[in-house]
């Protein structure tokens, strides 16, 4: 059996064990599970732009943070719950075409640093913003206006699986492998008849409508956001510990690092939130200096540098 | 812009490029006529702008002055991808194949969008130069010889009508560096047009019906190459005394 | 980036190796998930989450000491209803969104039997709306914005007087001397913006006028540009909206930039003892307010707070006495409910009419605080003084404010 | 308006300047590294923390002046960055900037935790400096001046050591061409190890110069870092000099938006800055964009 079959019988019973869990579990746990999705959907979004593109952005949340606030005001304004998710999806995306256009020019340091500032913009934006977004007070949402918990569980769970077959998908396509030859050698694609400013810019902006529409969900889930919280620069650096924890670039890296991830906060964060912090720390330092690869070239450590290897297949 | 015409018989014209990089003018008005179906060669000393040229006219540098007409079309200020998709492609002086990409995706990524029989032509390419069995070998993992043919064969897949190649045989073995040449002569056969800048003037004179020299940004003799090899002016260029500003 | 050259078969192996070593050692990690304990059926459980790390934490932990000294009184006691009580409590780090997930933890996964509010006005509007959603009565000791009562929430008891009366006191005072100019400056976050509107309310009343007015973020250390302005506008008070690091920073930027005003007061700083301890001699003279004082004459505070004095070694600031206070409801509550079913003590906590160490407990169909006043206190020669209202005060409030050049 | 006064305009200069000189020399720390490196070092504001606790500590224990603790703390944290170099920076050294920048980002959650175990999430100051010098009707704050030239002096002295001693001409040859400072017979990992631990060791003195001015607790790195990103972006990537104008210049826009906007506004100067930057120049005003 190859290694495709066997990561799609897994996947097969992941998604059949998520949908069965609301049956088994308490409020808690399942509210902790919506939050692996949370993770997973975000994780997979910074990999569909950093991973597969090469560039790195240090300020993804600032997409989380605009669905965040357009599904708070959406909801108070009284929308129905899915079209304030779809709504702020798409506020996200269209925000990023011109964004996209802008930072896309930069490359290496610069561009991480600029979405870096674009973040800071964005919480910035939310706190001088008093009229719509309170400013620093923040919003909260009444609980008749949110959906119920078995709702926003299967919302973030589609959101979660949703970007991970968005991932897959564009892994095995032709555009995918486009991307990646961006990551490799930018110039050198363009030479090859890639348009790698129209390419950059769709993954871009794919990239920013999954943490648009998770922080929808989020806000629901929460019930509760402010500048702080919708543009918080650890989410930024969560969804790059877990992707290169489980490993860059790849399908199963970012499900497999935000699963070990998120039980180890679960394990320390409410009693010792310094030490779940300083766990992350060393957990980083670890993955950066020995396994840079990710938690998947342990599983599945093909080196393939001489010609007996298997031909035609996208790793 | 009205660019002056191209004669139909040359495929790639270049009139008064010029490129200026903060005061020093790295070309300083090319002409340039590379004739269909023709093998053109592009020589010169270190530094004298041969890859300046290419970055220009295959769109990777788009800070020049003057104009370029690919097969009747002014291609100066398109993306570089415009100009590979409408027919123009190149291979760097540096191998530059994709490192973690395996050799046929390194050559798939160069095939249009829509053919479906992308793969079986990559692999036949491959099949023709021994590297079949490389397939799936990642591209940082080849020897430098066989990067430079790997980014040689990626470059074949559009059917370009014209190629650039930058010096596509430093650093390939003596064995490779046949087969390349043997097949930019087929396909020269089946109606490719090659610009080549290269070093070894045995293969030029060989190989090229034409031959451009180009010293401190300006073409300073063209023609075939028994009448450059004595132009005097192309002999000051590569052993002259009077070096001006010390370029190398 | 360039890619490493590949490496020979010795070392592959060793890779490989490691690789395994690295594998089991994370396979462990991932066993270990910890699901949550079991509570044990017979204790009665009271969680919370107050600020022990971030920018409230000084407030914070003095209002988790004041529970956890009603605690093992209750228990010392006897207990509730004949049980024991236990305390969970976690960390909030000052941060609104940690709030709201303490406390979903706290209802449905610890399935306390009681809910303590947390510290902060902030944290307070987050948390509140996680207890309205699971019908689940909180009695909130240290939230005091009117806003959180202004929702329609049924579920959110507060013992603090509301923060839009804080200055009514001291702004009189300020009218009685004749002062009209009044600079106001305040953190962007519930409470003190509350502080401001009553300011501003009170001062239109009196009228006086506000010449100057900034917000600034949760953040901010740095006030120096925010003070070169007030004093182009010569006003007759300084008042801050503010907790304990900005008030404390404020003052002392003050100095340097040789601010002058007849009054400075702030909100929660100067009611701490931190306030004197930092700024020393330049505390002198600086007014604020407060809920609560060890030298209040409410039955039990002597003794409250030379036990708390023992124990943590400081003298109880109000937020401390207002953590022993909201036990103090809890415990009149459950003891009228006869059980800790929420509706039941929900019942009873809007029925509640009674004087604590704290203060009088008495709230409206909100669950807002109606029964207790407000006190203005001043830092007179290193000691906190309550000067306001004068029924009340144990020191003459000094007037006006000395000028740093003369002191 | 009032704000037009000379007299305002002139406190507002003397403080931006001020606290200038402070953002400077964190700044030239953080190019420096990045100069020789091509490190990102997400951990240097925390370095600068370590300098400002190790002054709290030697005041509270010692009764230690700030000023006197300088002696101390600056040769200390020379130490702690010599070594961090040597077994941690020097592994990710020529790696993608991903993992330098994870590196020193883990370092970073490391250090900022482990000063929450040890000195709590209260916010510290030191009250040894206080008060102001009169000059006329201007009031200079004695720590915000003090600071601001002992920041200015060293910065200099660094600028002037590696213009003019051989150690200093060594580094800048390996910042501008490794492999043939290399080929010279200069010790480049050494280099390497003398480059991080004067950077920080500038980061420990910023921080005893930050404890006489602001109140800070382990988690205040996060604002001068992102603060310090904008000058180095604005004033150019591995350029020292580049860092000092652009840590001159943001202080001095801080204090001018803080005085003619708000405090608030003041607090997003940075990031706005930043962002007009890279969107008018791609590799920042003097950057040498080398990704």
């Not at chain 1, 348009?195 to 998770?214: E, Q, R």
């Not at chain 2, 008064?16 to 004739?35: E, I, M, N, P, Y």
């Not at chain 3, 036990?307 to 600031?317: D, F, I, M, T, V």
Request: aromatic letters at 10%.
């Amino acid at each position: 059996m190859n290694n495709y079959r066997i990561g799609l019988w897994i996947g097969v019973a992941l998604v059949a064990l998520a949908s069965l869990a609301p049956l088994g579990l308490n409020d808690y746990q399942q509210s902790f599970l919506l939050q692996v999705f949370l993770v997973i959907a975000l994780a997979q979004a910074w990999n569909l732009i950093s991973g597969m593109t090469g560039y790195v952005s240090f300020g993804h949340a600032a997409f989380f943070g605009v669905g965040a606030y357009a599904s708070a005001l959406l909801l108070t304004w009284g929308f129905p719950w899915w079209l304030a998710v779809l709504k702020s999806a798409g506020i996200a995306a269209l925000l990023a075409v011109p964004l996209g256009f802008l930072t896309l020019r930069l490359r290496g340091p610069y561009f991480a640093i600029a979405m870096l500032g674009l973040n800071e913009v964005g919480r910035i934006v939310a706190t001088l913003w008093v009229s719509v977004t309170h400013g620093g007070t923040g919003l909260t949402l009444s609980p008749e206006l949110l959906p119920s918990l078995d709702v926003k569980y299967f919302t973030m769970f589609g959101l979660a699986l949703g970007a991970t077959l968005l991932v897959a998908w564009i892994h095995r396509s032709r555009f995918g492998l486009e991307l990646r030859a961006i990551r490799e050698d930018e110039e050198a694609a363009e030479m090859v008849g890639v348009n790698t400013t129209l390419n950059k810019v769709i993954a871009f902006v794919l990239s920013a409508l999954i943490p648009g529409a998770v922080g929808a969900v989020y806000v629901m889930y929460t019930s509760y956001i402010n500048p702080s919280s919708a543009f918080e620069h650890a989410r930024n650096i969560e969804m790059i510990v877990v992707v290169l924890f489980g490993g860059s670039g790849t399908v199963w890296g970012p499900i497999i690092g935000a699963g070990t991830v998120m039980v180890l906060r679960e394990m320390l964060w409410a009693q010792f939130p310094a030490a779940h912090l300083a766990a992350l720390g060393v957990l980083l330092l670890v993955v950066v200096l020995y396994l840079p690869g990710g938690l998947v070239s342990i599983l599945r450590d093909r080196q393939r540098s001489r010609p007996d290897a298997r031909s035609g297949e996208s790793p | 812009m009205s660019a002056p015409v191209c004669d139909p018989d040359h495929i790639l014209c270049a009139w008064g490029l010029t490129r200026d990089f903060g005061g020093v003018q790295a070309l300083r008005g090319v002409d340039l006529h590379v004739a269909r179906g023709s093998i053109t060669g592009l020589i010169g000393p270190n530094g004298s702008g041969k890859t300046t040229l290419f970055q220009v006219i295959s769109g990777l540098d788009r800070g020049a002055t003057g104009a370029v007409t690919f097969d009747r079309e002014s291609i100066l200020g398109w993306r570089p991808s415009q100009i590979y998709r409408r027919g123009l492609a190149r291979t760097f002086q540096l191998s530059r194949v994709f490192p973690e990409l395996t050799v046929l995706e390194n050559i798939v990524v160069a095939g249009s969008r829509h053919d479906r029989s992308v793969t079986e032509r990559a692999l036949g390419l491959l099949e023709r130069v021994n590297l079949r069995d490389y397939a799936a070998v990642l591209g940082k993992n080849l020897s430098y010889g066989q990067q430079k043919l790997v980014e040689f064969l990626r470059v074949l897949m559009s059917d370009p009508a014209l190629i650039l190649l930058d010096e596509p045989a430093a650093g390939v073995n003596p064995t490779l560096r046949q087969t390349l040449w043997d097949m930019v002569r087929h396909l020269n056969g089946l109606g490719a047009t090659f610009l080549v800048i290269e070093h070894n003037m045995e293969v030029i004179a060989d190989l090229c019906s034409e031959v451009y020299v180009l010293s401190e940004g300006e073409i300073i003799a063209h023609g075939d190459f028994a009448a450059i090899r004595n132009d005097e002016r192309v002999l000051e260029a590569y052993f002259g005394k009077s070096r001006r500003h010390g370029a190398a | 980036m360039v890619p490493a050259a590949p490496s020979g078969r010795l070392k592959e192996e060793i890779i490989m190796k490691r690789r395994l070593s690295l594998s089991v050692l994370f396979s462990l990690i991932l066993a270990v998930i910890i699901f949550p304990a079991v509570t044990q059926a017979k204790d009665i459980v009271v969680g919370t989450s107050v600020a022990l790390t971030g920018k409230y934490a000084r407030t914070g932990q003095e209002q988790l000491q004041g529970f956890q000294m009603w605690v093992d009184e209750v228990n010392a006691r006897g207990g509730l209803l004949g049980r024991k009580v236990k305390l969970v409590h976690y960390d909030d780090e000052s941060k609104p969104e940690t709030g709201a997930k303490l406390y979903e933890k706290l209802i449905t996964d610890d399935k306390v039997d009681l809910l303590i509010g947390p510290y902060s006005s902030d944290v307070t509007m987050a948390a509140s709306t996680v207890a309205e959603k699971y019908h689940f009565p909180m009695v909130s000791s240290g939230a005091s914005a009117t806003e959180i009562w202004e929702r329609g929430y049924k579920n959110t008891f507060g013992l603090y007087t509301l923060a839009e009366t804080y200055m009514d006191s001291i702004l009189e005072f300020g009218k009685s001397k004749g002062l009209k100019k009044i600079a106001l400056i305040y953190e962007n976050t519930a409470f003190p913006r509350g502080v401001a509107a009553g300011v501003k309310d009170k001062a239109k009343k009196l009228g006086m006028q506000v010449v100057f007015e900034e917000e600034y973020g949760k953040a901010s250390t740095d006030f120096s540009s925010m003070i070169i302005k007030i004093k182009s506008r010569k006003p007759d008070m300084v008042i801050g909206g503010s907790y304990l690091p900005d008030s404390t920073a404020f003052m002392r930027q003050a100095k340097e930039n040789r601010l002058f005003a007849k009054i400075f007061a702030f909100a929660v700083g100067p009611g701490l003892p931190d306030f004197g301890q930092n700024l020393g001699l330049d505390a002198e003279g600086v007014m604020g307010n407060t809920q609560w004082e060890p030298t209040l004459k409410l039955p039990g505070v002597k003794e409250f707070a030379e036990k708390y004095n023992q124990k943590y070694g400081h003298e109880p600031g109000y937020h401390a006495g207002g953590g022993y206070g909201t036990g103090q409801v809890l415990e009149a509550a459950v003891k009228k409910a006869g059980s800790t079913d929420p509706d039941k003590v929900r019942a009873a906590l809007f029925a509640l009419d009674i004087v604590t160490t704290f203060g009088r407990f008495k709230v409206d169909a909100t669950g807002k605080q109606i029964g207790k006043p407000a006190y203005a206190v001043q830092w007179l020669a290193g000691e906190r003084h309550i000067v306001l209202p004068v029924e009340a005060a144990t020191a003459k409030a000094a007037y006006p404010f000395k000028d740093w050049g003369k002191r | 308006m009032e704000l037009l006064e000379p007299e305002i305009l002139l406190q507002l200069l003397i403080g931006g300047l001020l606290a200038g000189a402070l953002y400077a020399l964190l700044a030239c720390g953080l190019n420096l590294i990045f100069g020789v490196m091509r490190v990102i070092n997400l951990a240097h504001a925390e370095l600068m923390l370590i300098g400002a606790f190790g002054a709290y500590v030697l005041f509270h224990i010692f009764g230690l002046h700030p000023l006197a603790s300088l002696l101390i703390v600056v040769p200390a944290i020379f130490f702690v960055g010599y070594y961090l170099q040597r077994f941690l920076i020097e592994r990710v050294v020529g790696r993608p900037m991903l993992t330098s920048l994870l590196a020193t980002y883990g370092l970073s959650i490391i250090l900022i935790n482990l000063g929450l175990l040890l000195f709590s999430a209260d916010f510290k100051s030191i009250p040894a400096l206080q008060g102001s010098f009169l000059i006329d009707e201007l009031a200079v704050s004695k720590p915000r001046a003090t600071a601001g030239l002992i920041s200015l002096l060293l910065t200099v002295g660094v600028y002037q050591f590696l213009e003019r001693t051989r150690l200093g001409k060594a580094i800048r040859a390996v910042s501008e061409h490794a492999q043939v400072a290399a080929i010279c017979g200069i010790d480049v990992r050494q280099i390497r190890m003398l480059t991080f631990g004067m950077a920080a060791a500038m980061a420990g003195a910023a921080g005893v110069m930050l404890s006489v001015i602001y109140s800070f607790w382990p988690g205040s790195g996060v604002d001068f870092i992102q603060k310090c990103f904008a000058i180095i972006i604005i004033g150019g990537m591995g350029n020292f000099v580049g860092a000092f104008y652009g840590g001159i210049l943001l202080g001095v826009v801080e204090a001018f938006v803080g005085g003619f906007i708000s405090t608030q506004w003041a607090e997003a100067a940075a990031y706005l800055l930043l962002v007009t930057v890279l969107l008018i120049r791609p590799t920042g005003l003097k950057g040498v964009a080398r990704a």
